[in-house]
């Protein structure tokens, strides 16, 4: 039980980070005590970060606590000690093979606990004390325990290298910067350290908006296989029912022949049978009328040959045989040339077509591909039309939504929309709902003041200074402001005007080809002519714009 109790003792009064008896203890707000240098050293470790947690409880203090001697806890220890009760270091203090060990300790060394910069010395944290009970020793510059502090030492002149030799890119001594390194151009480590940290600072920058730049475009790339694939699988699935109907239709045409041919055999077997029946019947008859005659021929009477040659030797007209045309062989070979034909011709037209399909398959590349013509006419625009809605999270307080959120218009008062980090608040202004990332055309019809009819990245700014958040004034939207007296492109805040106009417009066309980086707007009305066109490179999907001024209306249209 003595022994339980002992146990007890040190583990009621051993403190948790040195696993020793507390030495100067304190107590901090969770109720945890620690030696005042033990939980000093573990805060100084974490302040650059400003987080200081209870190493047992995790419980953390927005403030670092100030720590006060805990008199009765330090009388209870001084008691103890008197006692002879003492904690025996644990097992997993002790420097094993791969720690560093501290070079003060005799025999079996303990593990090091910080490593001194100007002693060039590793210490336990018993024979650290002396570094925080010091004035001068205080100074000292304490770090993580470093095997490679000899690395410190000139190997020429036994001194601490403190100098940066900035000719020779080196760390030397200050007995090398006289005589080895006299004339060059040195400074001391630290002021090199505060400088190569900067540009560190400069360099994660850069790496790390590099890293965000690359996940953008990985993001970017995923969405194209993502789309690839999707637009594969439903190409590999229309394509098998093209293929099945093309077998059916072959099978069929296969089946008409078979029945045509059978269906003319049996009426040409039927005329010849037929004919044959005639022709086998006249030979009967003929047969009959040669025996007659036979008979006759031997008749020794010439009255009774006389008298029955007339109506013996009479015969009956003959079947006509000119109809019957033998053809060995050949009956049906003409229409197995012109099915051979049409095969020959299937085959031709097969392999120039597939050559065109495979062209077309190799050429669907994610990043290479080709831009496709621009259509021509309003017929053909329509053939990429797009149903766009606007997003009421995006819209301005001041803007009314209506028509399945097709019509806008800016209101005398605020709207009631909820709160939306995506909401514009600088200027009446909304986003469509839909991300436009491939060839796509909609129409817009506004009345009114004016409007900007535009397209965005997402990630366009809401709330912060005009530029940045208006449509057209920044690098992340393109617009086309429409106004009865005046009307212009804008982008990155760079205005661009278009030539006058025979008559003011109130029908916008936008055609956009996000992967060939087209962007066009049209004035539509009985015929199209282009306001502006846009070549470049958009990085991000692309959304629908509308910008209104006061008393401004716009509609997206329905198109058929």
């Given at each position: 039980?003595?022994?339980?109790?002992?146990?007890?003792?040190?583990e009621?009064?051993?403190c948790?980070?040195c696993?020793?008896?507390?030495?100067?203890?304190?107590?901090?707000?969770?109720?945890h005590s620690?030696?005042?240098?033990?939980?000093?050293?573990?805060?100084?470790g974490?302040d650059?970060?400003r987080?200081y947690?209870?190493?047992?409880?995790?419980?953390t203090?927005k403030?670092?606590?100030?720590?006060v001697?805990?008199?009765?806890?330090?009388?209870?220890?001084?008691?103890?000690?008197?006692t002879?009760?003492?904690?025996?270091?644990a097992?997993h203090?002790y420097?094993?093979?791969?720690?560093?060990?501290?070079?003060?300790?005799t025999?079996r060394?303990?593990?090091?606990?910080k490593s001194c910069?100007?002693?060039l010395?590793?210490?336990?944290?018993?024979?650290?004390?002396?570094?925080?009970?010091?004035?001068?020793?205080?100074?000292?510059k304490?770090v993580?325990?470093s095997?490679?502090?000899?690395?410190?030492?000139?190997?020429?002149?036994?001194?601490?290298?403190?100098?940066?030799?900035?000719?020779d890119?080196?760390?030397?001594?200050?007995?090398?910067s006289v005589?080895?390194h006299?004339?060059?151009?040195?400074v001391p480590?630290?002021a090199?350290?505060?400088?190569?940290?900067?540009?560190?600072?400069?360099?994660?920058?850069?790496i790390?908006?590099?890293?965000?730049?690359?996940?953008k475009?990985?993001?970017?790339?995923?969405?194209?296989v993502?789309?690839a694939?999707?637009?594969?699988?439903?190409?590999?699935e229309v394509?098998?029912?093209?293929?099945?109907?093309?077998i059916?239709?072959?099978?069929k045409?296969?089946?008409?022949v078979?029945?045509q041919?059978?269906s003319?055999?049996e009426?040409?077997v039927?005329?010849?049978?037929?004919?044959q029946?005639?022709?086998?019947q006249?030979?009967?008859?003929?047969?009959?009328?040669?025996?007659?005659?036979k008979q006759?021929?031997h008749?020794?009477?010439?009255?009774?040959?006389?008298?029955?040659?007339?109506?013996?030797s009479?015969?009956?007209?003959?079947?006509?045989?000119?109809?019957?045309?033998?053809?060995p062989?050949?009956y049906?070979e003409?229409?197995?040339a012109a099915?051979?034909?049409?095969?020959?011709?299937?085959?031709?037209?097969?392999?120039?077509e597939?050559?065109?399909?495979?062209?077309?398959?190799?050429?669907?590349?994610v990043l290479?591909s080709?831009?496709?013509?621009?259509?021509?006419?309003?017929?053909?625009?329509?053939?990429?039309s797009?149903?766009?809605?606007?997003?009421?999270?995006?819209?301005?307080?001041?803007l009314?939504l209506?028509?399945?959120?097709?019509?806008?218009?800016?209101?005398?008062?605020?709207?009631?929309?909820?709160?939306?980090?995506?909401r514009?608040t600088?200027w009446?202004?909304v986003?469509?709902?839909e991300?436009?990332?491939?060839?796509c055309y909609?129409?817009?019809?506004?009345?009114?003041?004016?409007v900007?009819?535009?397209?965005?990245?997402?990630?366009i700014?809401?709330?912060?200074?005009?530029?940045?958040?208006?449509?057209?004034?920044?690098?992340k939207?393109?617009a086309?402001?429409?106004?009865?007296?005046?009307?212009?492109?804008?982008f990155?805040?760079v205005?661009?005007?278009?030539?006058?106009?025979?008559?003011?417009?109130?029908?916008?066309?936008?055609?956009?080809d996000?992967r060939a980086?087209?962007l066009?707007?049209?004035?539509?009305?009985?015929?199209?002519?282009l306001?502006?066109?846009?070549?470049?490179?958009?990085?991000?999907p692309?959304y629908?714009?509308?910008?209104?001024y006061?008393?401004?209306?716009?509609?997206?249209?329905?198109?058929?």
């Amino acid at each position: 039980m003595a022994q339980k109790g002992d146990q007890l003792d040190r583990e009621t009064f051993c403190c948790s980070i040195c696993l020793d008896l507390l030495k100067d203890p304190v107590a901090i707000p969770c109720g945890h005590s620690y030696c005042m240098s033990c939980i000093q050293l573990h805060w100084d470790g974490k302040d650059q970060r400003r987080i200081y947690s209870c190493p047992q409880c995790r419980q953390t203090f927005k403030r670092r606590p100030v720590l006060v001697k805990n008199t009765m806890l330090a009388a209870l220890v001084e008691q103890l000690k008197k006692t002879g009760l003492q904690a025996a270091p644990a097992d997993h203090c002790y420097a094993g093979p791969e720690d560093v060990a501290c070079d003060v300790c005799t025999g079996r060394k303990l593990k090091a606990f910080k490593s001194c910069l100007q002693c060039l010395i590793s210490y336990c944290e018993n024979h650290l004390q002396p570094h925080f009970e010091s004035t001068k020793l205080k100074k000292h510059k304490l770090v993580e325990p470093s095997e490679k502090l000899q690395e410190n030492i000139c190997s020429r002149h036994d001194e601490v290298m403190k100098i940066f030799c900035r000719t020779d890119q080196q760390i030397i001594c200050y007995l090398c910067s006289v005589y080895e390194h006299n004339g060059h151009d040195t400074v001391p480590a630290v002021a090199e350290r505060i400088k190569r940290q900067r540009e560190l600072e400069v360099s994660r920058l850069n790496i790390q908006q590099r890293i965000q730049d690359r996940e953008k475009d990985v993001e970017l790339l995923q969405q194209e296989v993502e789309a690839a694939s999707l637009s594969a699988d439903k190409a590999v699935e229309v394509n098998e029912k093209i293929f099945i109907e093309l077998i059916r239709l072959l099978q069929k045409r296969s089946s008409d022949v078979k029945q045509q041919i059978r269906s003319q055999q049996e009426t040409e077997v039927s005329r010849v049978k037929e004919l044959q029946e005639k022709l086998q019947q006249e030979i009967t008859e003929l047969m009959r009328k040669d025996a007659k005659l036979k008979q006759l021929s031997h008749t020794e009477d010439h009255n009774q040959f006389l008298h029955n040659y007339p109506s013996v030797s009479q015969l009956s007209e003959p079947t006509d045989s000119s109809s019957i045309d033998i053809r060995p062989l050949s009956y049906f070979e003409d229409v197995t040339a012109a099915v051979s034909e049409l095969r020959d011709k299937l085959q031709d037209i097969l392999k120039e077509e597939w050559t065109n399909i495979s062209l077309t398959v190799t050429e669907v590349d994610v990043l290479l591909s080709e831009p496709e013509p621009e259509p021509k006419t309003r017929i053909d625009f329509l053939k990429y039309s797009r149903k766009i809605s606007l997003d009421p999270n995006t819209a301005h307080r001041y803007l009314l939504l209506s028509e399945g959120n097709r019509k806008v218009k800016v209101m005398h008062e605020p709207q009631h929309y909820p709160r939306h980090t995506d909401r514009f608040t600088a200027w009446y202004q909304v986003l469509s709902r839909e991300s436009l990332t491939e060839r796509c055309y909609w129409e817009v019809e506004w009345s009114g003041r004016g409007v900007d009819v535009a397209v965005a990245y997402k990630s366009i700014s809401r709330s912060r200074d005009w530029n940045e958040c208006t449509f057209g004034n920044n690098e992340k939207s393109w617009a086309l402001y429409c106004e009865p007296a005046r009307h212009s492109f804008r982008f990155n805040d760079v205005r661009t005007p278009f030539s006058k106009l025979s008559r003011h417009f109130c029908r916008v066309g936008v055609y956009l080809d996000h992967r060939a980086g087209i962007l066009s707007f049209y004035s539509v009305s009985e015929t199209m002519t282009l306001l502006h066109r846009v070549q470049t490179t958009f990085t991000q999907p692309l959304y629908a714009g509308l910008g209104l001024y006061e008393g401004a209306k716009a509609e997206l249209s329905k198109l058929k």
